[in-house]
């Protein structure tokens, strides 16, 4: 991990990136993302070797994914996860980029509860900014829950099921689920009918749609 500290505070993009990493502009979807290797996952990695489940196949370990560009810079992402400016570089870039929406971990996921907290920090400093993020990572989640209650209003935060075709999982407000041969529980995400893109679409940005259900891909 990092240890690169810098004199005073974060006054230019490129001081950002050099903690953080670059941030992501997605084609199928609005505004700004963030991602870190997805062989990084942990809840995710046991699953993507169980078929059938929501990991099993896992997009974000094949194709584009591969390329050492592309590698390279998950890499310099994580390593500045512990870094003590992250939470400052990240509210810097998303911040002057003027997007309002924000995706956490197209690839990847949460690596630590002191992850999950600066992601939250993130969220109380720029109110005007809708963030999204999926995680499987139900026991950071539940921990923050117990420590804290509810998360900002701006960050949804959506616990994925495990399993294609299963049941969202309970004692969350926000969920998600991928669905195959079963129907759609809750908001079915129109992606598939639309060139696989969000066009109008901000349900998983959304804190009023309680789940999400994803058809498989």
């Known amino acids: 991990m990092s240890t690169m500290t810098l004199a005073g505070p974060i006054r230019s993009k490129a001081a950002a990136i050099k903690i953080t990493g670059s941030l992501g502009k997605p084609s199928k979807m609005p505004g700004l993302s963030y991602g ?15 078929e059938g489940s929501t990991c099993s196949g896992c997009y974000a370990l094949k194709a584009n994914y591969q390329y050492p560009s592309v590698k390279a810079a998950h890499a310099k992402r994580a390593a500045g996860l512990d870094h003590p400016q992250w939470t400052e570089a990240m509210v810097y870039l998303i911040s002057s980029s003027g997007e309002t929406f924000f995706r956490w971990h197209d690839s990847g996921d949460l690596q630590s509860f002191q992850h999950l907290l600066n992601i939250v920090k993130v969220a109380e400093a720029l109110p005007a900014v809708s963030f999204w993020l999926p995680t499987r ?26 399993m294609i075709d299963s049941a969202a999982p309970a004692g969350f407000q926000h969920t998600s689920t991928v669905h195959a041969r079963a129907a759609a529980q809750g908001y079915s995400c129109p992606a598939q009918q639309q060139g696989n893109k969000c066009q109008s679409c901000r349900a998983c940005w959304d804190a009023s749609v309680s789940n999400v259900s994803y058809h498989q891909h």
């Open 36 to 50: 870190i290797s997805a062989a990084l996952c942990k809840v995710g990695a046991a699953l993507a070797k169980i």
């Open 137 to 162: 990572e139900k026991a950071l989640v539940l921990q923050y829950q117990r420590s804290f209650g509810s998360f900002p209003a701006n960050l949804v935060v959506r616990v994925s099921a495990a």
